[in-house]
């Protein structure tokens, strides 16, 4: 059974930092690209960052020099640092899993909020 499990959420101020971590389990952790995607109300769910398995890393511009995804394969665990946060970092975070041979994979998603 697949698991990818988020913590580290919570409520924040504006300047803060939260960082997330996402234990997976069930998968050959190794061989997938990890992602996280955040989603707020009303809004669709968008890919924030992105970290492949050799390590290489992406990030929408507005959390670029903010934000930093990165991975532990022998933790199975890919993390989230969020410094700097806004108020309009605030969302649910999902973990997902990705590669091109197998199903894609969430979790369940973690609340971000961060206040002015």
């Known amino acids: 059974q697949v698991q990818l499990v988020e913590s580290g959420g919570g409520l924040v101020q504006a300047g803060g930092s939260l960082r997330l971590s996402c234990a997976a389990s069930?998968?050959?952790?190794?061989?997938?690209?990890m992602a996280w995607y955040r989603q707020a109300p009303g809004k669709s769910r968008d890919m924030v960052a992105s970290?492949?398995?050799?390590?290489?890393?992406s990030y929408v511009n507005s959390v670029k020099g903010r934000f930093t995804i990165s991975r532990d394969n022998a933790k199975n665990t890919v993390y989230l640092q969020m410094n700097s946060l806004k108020p309009e970092d605030t969302a649910v975070y999902y973990c997902?899993?990705?590669?091109?041979?197998?199903?894609?994979?969430w979790g369940q998603g973690a609340q971000v909020t961060v206040s002015s």
């Open positions: 997902n899993a990705w590669n091109y041979i197998n199903p894609e994979y």
């Open positions: 069930g998968i050959d952790f190794s061989t997938y690209r």
């Open positions: 970290i492949g398995r050799g390590g290489s890393t």
